[in-house]
Nanobody
Framework: QAQLVESGGGLVQAGGSPRLSCTAS???????MGWFRQAPGKERELVAT????????YYADSVLGRFTISRDTDTNILYLQMNNLKPADTAVYYC????????????WGHGTQVTVSS
């Protein structure tokens, strides 16, 4: 498994553009990495994923055009650039990793809180 640590969350005004980071250690070759989020009283949902080899990116409809997922394979850091934040984006954001391109993720970070004020 990989050890994942998120950072970059906090209180942001609506319309803001923070960037989340996720640093991986241990198993650093993770074919697929992603960001998930969980809002109070709601189930965890997939936000975005990226494939290390193909560079393929997937985005949830709710963030398409506003969020960008990227990764630096030299430093083993995964990023989530969030633009034009809305109060509905308020959630705990989690980083996840998998050694495979399909199936469940086997490594998770502890999460970072993002709170968007209107």
């Amino acid at each position: 498994q990989a050890q994942l640590v998120e950072s970059g969350g906090g209180l942001v005004q609506a319309g803001g553009s923070p960037r989340l980071s996720c640093t991986a250690s241990g198993r650093t070759f993770n074919l697929r990495m992603g960001w998930f989020r969980q809002a109070p009283g709601k189930e965890r949902e997939l936000v975005a994923t990226i494939n290390r080899i193909t560079g393929y990116r997937y985005y949830a409809d709710s963030v398409l055009g506003r969020f960008t997922i990227s990764r630096d394979t030299d430093t083993n850091i995964l990023y989530l650039q969030m633009n034009n934040l809305k109060p509905a984006d308020t959630a705990v954001y989690y980083c996840a990793a998998s050694p495979r391109d399909i199936g469940t993720y086997d490594s998770w970070g502890h999460g970072t809180q993002v709170t968007v004020s209107s």
